[in-house]
């Protein structure tokens, strides 16, 4: 039974060779919408996989640079990955941090709650763009639509529900946001109405004045 990471390396060796630099390369963000991991996981694991032989490989020399080594997927290799995508994914807990963050916002005064909220909205938004840039630059290599046969399928697939989570996102992000400005509007407002309570009231005393100092001297 392989790692979540490893049938991850699996998959994309099933579409062509690559070396271990092109594989990090697909799992870092921006780019990482198929999974993300860093170098001291990824070449780990790739070796594992090369032990096992599902996956092999060969030194390259383009000339330009040093030799790479250039994996590929094995028979054996494409035969677990086949079974491991043909079998119902593990339940995932949901640990978010920002969903951590937001449950304990209170905690932290209303200005560093909106500056966390801006960033992540920022950040995001940068996201979304890049992937949506993506899927298009995925569509236009395609004259016709993308069926379930193109090679490109795959990844049109895995693009679109990563851009489904980065617009829920935003949209959850905007929305808190709007919670606390909205919350910032009715603070302002009770300020308002106790000033002009306060000046009123100063102002009834001022009229009073007067009025007594007649009554006096009547």
Request: include cysteine.
């Amino acid at each position: 039974m392989l790692s979540s990471l490893g049938y991850v390396i699996l998959a994309l060796l099933a579409t062509k060779p690559q070396s271990g630099y092109d594989l990090a390369r697909q799992m870092k963000p921006p780019l990482g919408f198929l999974w993300q991991a860093k170098h001291g996981q990824i070449y780990p694991e790739l070796a594992r996989l090369v032990r096992s032989g599902m996956v092999d490989w060969e030194r390259v020399d383009k000339g330009a640079g040093p030799p790479r080594r250039v994996h590929s997927i094995t028979a054996k290799g494409k035969a677990e990955l086949a079974n491991w995508v043909a079998r119902s994914p593990q339940p995932k807990p949901m640990n978010d941090e920002l969903v951590v963050k937001a449950y304990a916002l209170r905690r932290v005064s209303q200005t560093k709650a909106r500056a966390l909220l801006r960033d992540e909205l920022e950040s995001h938004e940068r996201r979304l763009a890049t992937l949506e840039q993506l899927a298009e630059a995925s569509r236009s290599r395609i004259k016709t639509s993308i069926g379930i046969d193109s090679p490109r399928f795959g990844e049109y697939a895995a693009l679109r529900r990563a851009i489904g989570m980065e617009r829920d996102y935003v949209v959850w992000c905007r929305w808190l946001l709007g919670r606390f400005s909205k919350r910032a509007s009715n603070a302002d407002a009770t300020r308002k109405s106790r000033r002009n309570v306060a000046w009123l009231r100063s102002s009834d005393l001022v009229d009073a004045r007067p009025s007594s100092r007649r009554a006096i001297r009547s």
